[in-house]
């Protein structure tokens, strides 16, 4: 089935840690973005990518790093630098940078121990 | 700072009622609307988009677009207690690279029996 993959669905980080978040989609879509959202809040654009071995920074991208070596993958690095990493992060995709609405994968949610 | 705002809610109905959910934006010159749906825990999942002013329906669900107003809403008929989830609207950005959404916090939507 076609869809957008992210894994693990459940993530917990030490302090001083890096993590990294899988996103993957078999979509053949250009265009790639990571959101995260904290509680009771909207969707927050940390990085977006429209096409591989681009990308460029969101609104909140501090503490965040990404890469999109492959169209297919766009992983995501919560850094040590990122002081309150706890929240839901969600990975989305459109065929291109039109119009084209964004559809998401099923969330990682992470979480300081 | 492009917003997008929405009531909070919660707001209550009772199956059967239709459920006006209202979302005002900022930037003017905006083109592209979107309103995603989402369940506790869950990631967000497309319910409608609409580009143009007026009426758009897709089976019980109607976005209404008034760009003069800068106001968007779903109005979701014989509603059901299936409804109740978080209803996000979102703004497409003009300016910059790509299709970046801005999302509003999310209005609360319960369906009493």
């Known amino acids: 089935d076609g869809g957008i993959t992210q894994s693990p669905k459940y993530l917990f980080r030490k302090e001083g840690q890096n993590v990294t978040l899988s996103c993957e989609q078999n979509?053949?879509?250009?265009?790639m973005y990571w959101y995260r959202q904290d509680p009771g809040q909207g969707l927050r654009l940390i990085y977006y990518s429209q096409i591989v071995n681009d990308f460029q920074k969101g609104d909140i991208a501090e503490g965040y790093s990404v890469s999109r070596e492959k169209k297919e993958s766009f992983p995501l690095t919560v850094t040590s630098a990122q002081k309150n990493p706890t929240a839901f992060y969600l990975c989305?995709?459109?065929?291109?940078?039109?119009?084209?609405?964004?559809?998401f994968g099923d969330g990682t949610r992470l979480s300081i121990l | 700072q492009k917003e997008v705002e929405q009531n909070s809610g919660p707001l209550s109905v009772p199956e059967g009622a239709i459920a006006s959910l209202n979302c005002t934006y900022s930037d003017r010159g905006s083109q592209s609307f979107f309103w995603y749906r989402q369940y506790s825990g869950k990631s967000p999942e497309l319910i409608m988009f609409?580009?143009?002013?007026g009426d758009k329906e897709d089976g019980r669900f109607t976005a209404q677009l008034n760009k003069a107003s800068q106001y968007v809403s779903l109005l979701i008929r014989d509603s059901q207690p299936s409804d109740s989830a978080t209803y996000l609207c979102?703004?497409?950005?003009?300016?910059?690279?790509?299709?970046?959404?801005?999302f509003g916090t999310g209005t609360q939507l319960k369906v009493e029996l």
């Open positions: 609409i580009y143009s002013n």
């Open positions: 979102a703004v497409k950005e003009v300016t910059g690279g790509g299709n970046k959404l801005t």
């Open positions: 989305a995709s459109t065929p291109d940078s039109s119009n084209q609405p964004q559809h």
């Open positions: 979509l053949n879509h250009d265009a």
